[in-house]
């Protein structure tokens, strides 16, 4: 099986046609894909200005689509190694208790799903790694906070764990991210509208 690096010599490949080379690109979001695959690849092909469903789309637009997801892989193997080496040092100075950064991890280890969405069509408009950085630094700031780390947006929705949404918590209403408990506080979490995210969404 192909990896990321592999896959995306395939996309950025001029011998290959355009259909292969989206595939390809297709297959990146099954090693690294921050929202999810699905929302991801909506979130790729709307910056890069490429229709989800287009078969034969511009090379350039794929590479384009490539070079975003490739920013926010670089930024978040970067964060990983450096997670690894805090927890080796922390273990040697016999810190073994895990706190919510080490929850976030695990969940989120591989590099799926780290910020999950509300849907597929509804995440940030930032780029990847911009929403990746501000995500780590409100996760590594340890302190809960009245508003969404990735837009600003202080309404949330508590969406509940559905098969149209594995993933449960505070929906933010701006930008529609999934953020981690953990992240805020206790009188935001009460607040979060506990009502369907779809009907939440809708009337935002």
């Known amino acids: 099986m192909a990896g990321f690096r592999a896959l995306a010599e395939q996309v950025r490949n001029p011998r290959l046609v355009a259909t292969q080379r989206r595939t390809a690109l297709r297959k990146c979001l099954e090693r ?14 709307t910056r890069a200005g ?7 789309p511009d090379p350039e637009r794929l590479v384009a689509a490539l070079t ?11 964060y990983e ?22 929850e976030w991890h695990r ?14 069509q509804r995440h940030p408009a930032a780029r990847l790694a911009v929403v990746l950085r501000n995500m780590i630094a409100a996760m590594e700031a340890g302190r809960p906070r009245r508003d969404c780390p990735v837009c600003g947006g202080t ?25 981690p408990v ?21 009337a935002a």
């Open 155 to 179: 309404r949330f929705t508590w969406l509940p764990e559905s098969m149209n949404h594995p993933a449960s918590g505070p929906a933010c209403r701006e930008c529609g991210v999934l953020a």
């Open 107 to 120: 969940r989120t280890w591989g590099g799926c799903d780290i910020v999950p969405c509300q849907s597929p």
């Open 32 to 45: 690294f894909a921050p929202y999810g695959h699905r929302a991801t690849w909506h979130h790729l092909c």
């Open 182 to 202: 953990s992240v805020l506080t206790p009188e935001v979490l009460m607040a979060a509208d506990r009502v369907s995210g779809a009907g939440a969404f809708a």
């Open 81 to 102: 190694e450096e997670f690894a080496a805090r927890r080796r040092k922390e273990k040697h100075d016999g810190i073994r208790q895990p706190g919510a950064l080490d």
């Open 50 to 56: 490429i229709a989800t469903q287009d078969r034969d």
């Open 68 to 78: 975003e997801l490739e920013e926010a892989r670089t930024l978040w193997l970067a």
